[in-house]
């Protein structure tokens, strides 16, 4: 805004200080050239001094942010290893004490000591209070192949030994300790969302796993009170969402490690709209001190200019001597159009690009002095020309660049030679019952140039434009406009004639006879609009724009219960009623809207929207890989409902192929389920079997299990073989060894812990 003020004043000042000078200079389009040419100059070296200054700007405040970034990222960073550095601590005390240790050679009968379960919960107890820290929640150890968990607050029973948990010095963010080891117990300790800091616990005779549970809110108030409230920022801890703030819409990440623990790893993500850019006072400065420099300079060319300028005005002047002395005395009437006639050549010769030709063009306005007087007429351009040049093109689709546009309106460069015009789109089209041939269209292109070729004569000029592959711009230009329209039904019948097959046709869509050029782009338009009447009025036919007859505003008829009937139908494969329900909708329209183009488009957009819904619905039923796109006009209703007369023929075959594709899943699923009920007691029995004999994955068998059972694959076979152990034991024939072996265990550890896990008990207790 401040550079346009300067540009006003700069202008504004140097105008009226050359005015008091001579203020017939302004009047010449020579000088303004000249002396804009000097404004260019001075007005580039000072956008580029001030985008120089303004790159600078920008790279120092991108510097400074980057900067103030990077210290809070670092600065967060360390907060956070403050913060987990007491489990790292609890965790290595629990590693290195002698009672624990105790406990886990007690356990596995090494010695005799007698330490208890309780004396193993205060050790961890003593450990998490001597470090002070309000924010940890409490703290877990889980020993391998032991069905209890202790804590500082008391001793936990699983529903099942724990197997082979580690934790390897991980964090995670937002989870349960169930979420993480699959413990299965009730718990508000291994169910509620922690900050977990995991370990593994390593001696001699146990491993197993420790957890420092931190309250979540710990970590939100201790970067709350790191950062600024108005940057939005996510945290990521080890990739796991651990803290976010704002809506990051584009970020710059920052990847920082523990410096504790390096397995440790902390993503830190900050919106770009938090760089901004931001100038100081210097900057300005700098930019006011350069635009009085130009000012300077500006006033400067104003005499620089004057100096270059006073040559071609003393020889125009001259001109304009020589002119007036030469006319012969019977011409003398006619001295003011011949002065400005030489005053039009002289603006003429602003067109030129450089200085060297604009002597050239004042002695060649010389010779024309003494020549003939080139008329208007010899002065027009033709619309053949611009169509050829595709500057045509660029008006009929309104891309002109407007310097290009003034050009052609002026009075030396008409687009349109003749005063009165008409536009029609010309349709190409096939209306077989075969696959079109690409190749005649471009035949009935050539018809179209033929017929207008045909039709242009000195009275009235025929030309053409390509819209694209199937219709063509025709425009007719004459300079009498009575019944110009009216042409169009010779030129349609003219080019029946030349056509050979009469599979292809011709439709065409005119606007009415207009003489403003400025209005080229809006009768395009209405032509456009007149074609649409295809769609009641059908091809190979003339139509004209009615002032918005034919879009008036009006209701259609849909019945409000369409949708649930076209589902019903697709899912029942009944084709003949689905034509049925949208032969009703076109035929009533076409009776009752069938010249009310607008309320048919709105019918057919509803159409097309019902038609999206009951695909949507019907894909809800695993109906999948379907595509609807809507068609495009101009096409006919009848072609419009004939289409989706086929997208619902196929969205039936489809749900048909489905709907069996789905019978046979059940009969694979049910002998799934009878192989595993029939063989749960073989030892050969495994998911490797079963994905080998029946070609299905461990995935497909597992969510098989868990549909149908409510449980895994794994869960289920150890319920059915321990049930069957249970009445074993209870026959009392077999020994502990033979029954694990009857029920498909080939080793009795095994077999001995999953009992306990199903019962709760040893089988050798159990009665």
Known sequence: MLIKYIIIYIFCTARGKFCVMNKKYFKSGIFKKLFSSYIIIILLLFVSFVAAMLYEAWAISMERQENYYQSAVEKISNSIDVLLMDAYVITSDINSSDVINKYAMQKKDIIKNNVSDAEVMTEIKNYMISR???????????LNDSDSAFSSFGIYRLDKAADNIQGRGKVHSGKSVNDIYDIGNSEVVFNKEFIIYTQNYNSVYAKGVICVLYDKKSLRDMIDSQITHDIPINIYINDEPAYSYGDVKKPIEYNVSSVFNTGIDYKIEIDSSCFRFNTDYRFWISVVVAGVFCVILIISSLYMSKKFYTPLDNISRIIGINRENAVSETKRNKKSEDKAADLGLLRHTEADSGLDKEYDNIINGIKNLIGENNGYKERMISIKPYAQ??????MLNNSTEPSKLSCMLTDDYKVLQKQYYVIADVNMSYIGSQSADVSYFRKMHRIIEQTADSYTDDETYVVWYDKDDYNVFLIINSDDGNNLDSIYYDIHNSMKERIDNEEYVFTI??????????????????ADNSLSNIMTGGRDAVYYYDDDKKYMAGEYYFPSDTQQKLIRYVRENRKEDIGYVLDDIMNVNMKNNSDNLKVIRLMIDELHITTAKVL???QQDNVVGFTLEKMEYPATLEEIFTYYKAVYNMACEQYMDMSASRKDTNELNKEIMREIDDNYM???MSLAYLTDKFGVSNKYITMLCKNTKGMTYIQYIQELRIKKATEYIKDGQHSLEEIAALCGYSNMLTFRRNFKSVMGVNPSEYN
């Open 509 to 526: 869509g005119v606007d009415k006879v207009r003489d403003d050029i400025e209005q080229l782009s809006l009768a395009c338009h209405n």
């Open 132 to 142: 002070y820290n309000i924010n940890i929640y409490d703290v877990l150890l889980m």
């Open 389 to 394: 040049q595709g500057m045509l093109h660029g």
């Open 616 to 618: 949507k619905n019907i």
């Open 682 to 684: 073989n030892a050969d």
